[in-house]
């Protein structure tokens, strides 16, 4: 589903992303782990068409198609979606309001009818159970005075509603409480099918306990440095990054 | 070549002529205030941009040009149903209609006038209730710096006089739809309002500016409003001139103590726009709110210039203007708060807030806060920039079109001051016209 060849990005001159290979087929679970200003957010928003990062080198095919030419609607369209690590605030407009206009643009971009009022209600109703979310929440404005476990659990609701194909999580687990995090991650698993695929960023291993995953990736200055199952994880927290970092350099510099 | 002088000069002439047509009336304490009132005109002559109060404001489009004052009503080619669409879809309320400047009884609907409640045409309260014109008329809305107002006191004929008698509460809101209509000539419409809430009192009046004629024209309006203690009234202003009219606009409210007025002027048309709001918290213990937004597009110019005058202690004032600039339009906000000695504990608060969405829009925002007490709480702030880009990529990746994402954080920015009108008709109406504008394009964010 998701092919990213060499990938090379940078924000005002300085390099985050140093050459990313990645590759994520349906169904599964990736999950880019790496010490902070390793390029796990940045490769989570070059790849939703953030225009603040320039993408200087590489390639990524999102099933088929050039990805980084695509306005970052258009991915929203075809399926992808970013679950934000900083929640932007929307005073104005109100939850229900933007989650409808969304709904409705990428199912009509699917060349599906739009829903009213009372069908979006009905479909919303039983998203909103599983992600903890209060009625009056969705007459409120986007993420207004939200708290931070309101504002990650609104990301998964807003998920959960838009039923993407690639979802990209960024580090949907920072400033959660543990029962903050079950909810969220609990939301994220129901959502698990054959057909999405799911790519958590996260630097710490604890969300990967709730959300298993079928790969694990080691990104260290913008490269990825190690692969390897869900077991990499457990060793990651118990020996931390500085060995991966060291494995990655005797490969590089022969002896 | 027409000059201010040649220009001042007309009206002079016009006034005098003016003045051979009323009949016997000139004798009258009305008449010596008339008088009085052309005389400050011809003395201060209209402002240049050399004043400070007019500095980004260049009113050569207007005193370079000879308006006729429309001195009579002339409604025989205006039906119902072009007065229908102002009507904000079938408000219930009392509407007063007047074609440039003059009350048309047959285009109102008084009947749902509740006991306790006076309302009718100025000219009509003239003739009788000369006691409360005496007492109140012109006893507000000071013209000694404002030529504006002094040309509309000098032909001050007709316009809406409303009288709530103490303790009443009128439920339903009172309309009052200006229309500016073609007319042979270029006109001026002087329409002059008087608002008197006893104490007690609370009503709601709603001032639909309309300008349906084509050709360039003046809408110089004076509404003075006077609140008796604890009196509650709220005022909106809707002015949607032509795109070739020109309006002047003076709001002039005096508060006795504990009483609260709320005011919120909406511009939406004209050429060139300038609302004059002062309110006068005269006594301790009252409160004033003024909201107001612009939205403006082409080569408009929309100038708000306002003043909240804490003569006394413990008064409260709230102010929120804000502007939608595109185009090559120019916003004018000027806010005065003046704390007089003695006017301790004063909480004012003022905010500006500027959405440009074209690089050709520009604002000049300039708050004034003049205080001469020393227990007061006293805060400003403006701010005039572009859609937050953050924004507009959250709502893009959610499948938002950059148009659509652009047009939904304008709509919210206005959208903050028309969720405070309480009249719920005119709410709906603004909305609509809001939403129409954005779709339109009129209302474009460009990069």
């Not at chain 1, 010490?35 to 990062?53: D, F, I």
């Not at chain 1, 708290?147 to 194909?165: C, H, T, W, Y």
Request: net charge negative; charged share 25%.
């Amino acid at each position: 589903m998701l092919k990213i060849i060499n990938l090379h990005a940078g924000i005002n001159g300085t390099n985050i992303l140093n050459g990313v290979n990645l590759n994520v087929r349906a169904g599964e679970v990736h999950a880019i782990m790496g010490p902070n200003g390793s390029g796990k957010s940045t490769l989570a928003q070059v790849l939703a068409g953030r225009e603040t990062y320039e993408v200087t080198e590489g390639k990524a095919l999102y099933e088929g198609q050039d990805l980084l030419s695509m306005d970052p609607e258009d991915r929203a369209r075809e399926g992808i979606f970013l679950a934000f690590q900083y929640p932007i605030e929307i005073p104005g407009v109100s939850n229900t309001y933007f989650l409808k206009a969304a709904l409705n643009a990428i199912r009509k971009h699917k060349g599906l009818e739009p829903l009213d009022a009372v069908e979006f209600l009905a479909l919303v109703k039983e998203k909103m159970k599983v992600l903890q979310i209060d009625q009056s929440l969705l007459n409120r404005p986007v993420n207004e005075g939200f708290s931070g476990g309101e504002k990650k659990r609104n990301e998964i609701f807003q998920m959960a509603v838009l039923d993407p194909k690639l979802a990209l999580l960024d580090e949907t687990d920072s400033g959660l409480d543990i029962d903050a995090l079950r909810i969220v991650a609990d939301g994220v698993n129901r959502l698990r099918s054959k057909e999405n695929a799911i790519v958590v960023v996260t630097h710490y291993q604890r969300l990967l306990n709730y959300i298993v995953p079928d790969y694990v990736h080691v990104l260290i200055d913008g490269r990825i440095a190690k692969s390897g199952g869900k077991e990499l994880a457990l060793e990651l927290e118990d020996r931390g990054y500085d060995w991966v970092a060291e494995e990655a350099q005797k490969v590089q510099t022969p002896v | 070549m027409v000059t201010y002088k040649d220009t001042v000069d007309w009206y002079l002439s016009a006034f005098e002529g003016f003045e051979n047509g009323l009949n016997g009336q000139t004798g009258s304490e009305l008449h010596r205030v008339r008088r009085r009132a052309i005389e400050r005109f011809v003395e201060i002559g209209f402002p240049t941009t050399r004043e400070e109060e007019w500095r980004f404001t260049n009113v050569a489009p207007i005193a370079e040009q000879q308006f006729t004052p429309v001195l009579t009503l002339s409604d025989d080619s205006i039906g119902h149903s072009v007065i229908e669409p102002f009507t904000l879809a079938g408000l219930k309320c009392v509407r007063l209609v007047f074609i440039n400047g003059h009350f048309s009884k047959r285009l109102s609907s008084l009947s749902a006038a509740p006991k306790g409640l006076k309302v009718g045409s100025l000219a009509g309260a003239i003739r009788t209730d000369p006691d409360l014109i005496g007492r109140h008329l012109a006893h507000y809305a000071d013209y000694t710096d404002n030529a504006f107002a002094a040309l509309n006191t000098a032909f001050m004929l007709d316009g809406a006089f409303v009288y709530v008698r103490g303790g009443k509460d009128v439920e339903l809101p009172i309309h009052l739809i200006f229309i500016s209509s073609d007319h042979d000539n270029r006109f001026v419409s002087h329409p002059r309002n008087l608002v008197i809430a006893e104490e007690s009192a609370r009503v709601s009046i709603v001032e639909s500016y309309v300008g349906l004629a084509a050709n360039e024209y003046l809408t110089n309006a004076v509404t003075e409003i006077v609140l008796g203690e604890k009196a509650v009234v709220e005022h909106d202003q809707l002015q949607i001139e032509g795109p070739s009219g020109y309006h002047i606009g003076t709001l002039h409210v005096v508060q006795q103590r504990k009483s609260i007025f709320t005011s919120n002027s909406i511009s939406l048309g004209g050429a060139l726009v300038r609302n004059n709001v002062k309110t006068v918290l005269a006594a301790e213990d009252s409160e004033c709110t003024l909201n107001g937004l612009s939205l403006a597009t082409s080569e408009q110019l929309i100038d708000n210039h306002t003043t909240i005058d804490h003569t006394k202690p413990g008064c409260r004032s709230h102010e929120l203007y804000k502007a939608v600039l595109d185009g090559k339009s120019r916003g004018v906000f000027n806010g005065r708060i003046y704390v007089r000695k003695g006017a301790q504990k004063t909480d004012a608060k003022q905010t500006n807030k500027t959405l440009l969405l074209s690089p050709d829009a520009t604002m000049d925002s300039k708050p004034q806060l003049e205080i001469f007490a020393d227990d007061v709480k006293c805060t400003h702030g403006a701010a005039i920039g572009q859609l937050d880009e953050e924004q507009v990529f959250y709502l893009r990746s959610r499948g938002l079109g950059e148009d659509e994402a652009r047009d939904i954080l304008t709509y919210a920015f206005a959208s903050d001051i028309i969720n405070r009108i309480h009249v719920e008709a005119l709410r709906k109406e603004l909305d609509r016209v809001l939403l129409k504008r954005l779709q339109e394009g009129r209302l474009k964010a460009r990069e």
